[in-house]
């Protein structure tokens, strides 16, 4: 299991059609690789949370037009296996992990990718690292 201490980045903008295109054209447009992406909608917002091959520069290039954080995110790899996020996921209960928030996605390489934030994430990157 891979578990290291990343950035991801926060924006918030309006929701309208489109939206998805427009971010990521911006973020296509400078070569940079989008690696993870969640997004959803929340009262009319339209919320990103995007890991890059080059995060500072796409914040840099994002932040023309909006208001762009970067944000401190645990990213786990794990075998896409049967309980394998159970597993994870007791083990951060144990240790008093509360998780903010959490998404991920598997791939063709039989590996799953995971990227969440809590209440304590330097303890929750030494708890997994240590499985």
């Known amino acids: 299991m891979k578990v290291v ?3 991801e980045i926060f924006l918030v903008t309006s929701n309208e059609v489109g939206k998805l295109a427009q971010i990521t054209g911006v973020i296509a447009q400078k ?6 992406i969640c997004a959803y909608v929340r009262d009319n917002q339209a919320i990103f949370r995007i890991i890059t091959s ?8 994002l932040s023309q037009d ?12 794990l075998p896409d296996e ?12 144990e240790e008093g992990i509360d998780l903010e928030y959490i998404y991920g996605t598997t791939s063709s390489s039989q590996v799953a ?10 303890k929750a990157l030494k708890i997994l690292s240590n499985l």
Do not use: C, M, P, Y
């Open 5 to 7: 201490k990343t950035e």
């Open 31 to 36: 070569n940079i690789n989008i690696r993870t």
């Open 54 to 61: 080059d995060n500072l520069r796409a914040k840099e290039v």
């Open 66 to 77: 909006h208001n762009v954080e970067l944000k401190e995110v645990v990213l786990v790899e």
């Open 82 to 93: 049967i309980g394998q996020l159970h597993k994870l996921g007791g083990k951060l209960k």
């Open 113 to 122: 990718t995971l990227i969440f934030s809590s209440n304590d994430n330097e």
